[in-house]
């Protein structure tokens, strides 16, 4: 698995990912190749292996400063600390 710009995508590896205002800094915890991870919560890695829900070119990525998307509106759905991600153009590792 690779950035755009053909380096490797590694655990722990910092990368920007664009959302609506700008940007946010998050921590690469698990590869879709090959499932391995970093210490992520236990409950939450169950559920992707047992529900095979991590396509093979995404990522698992774990917000660095805060999650962009947190909201305390009662209408929708809380938001956690993790969020799926293809590695694409747009997730690009941080300097």
């Known amino acids: 698995m690779q950035y755009r710009d053909g380096s490797t995508v590694m655990?722990?590896?910092?990368?920007?990912v664009p959302v609506p205002g700008g940007e946010a800094k998050a921590r690469v915890v698990m590869l879709g190749e090959t499932y391995e991870h970093l210490d992520i919560d236990p409950a939450f890695l169950a559920w992707a292996k047992r529900d095979n829900v991590l396509k093979r070119a995404s990522i698992v990525i774990e917000w660095a400063d805060g999650n962009p998307f947190a909201h305390d509106d009662p209408r929708y759905a809380p938001v956690g600390n993790y969020m799926f991600s293809p590695v694409e153009e747009w997730v690009t590792r941080a300097a």
């Open 11 to 16: 655990l722990g590896d910092v990368v920007s």
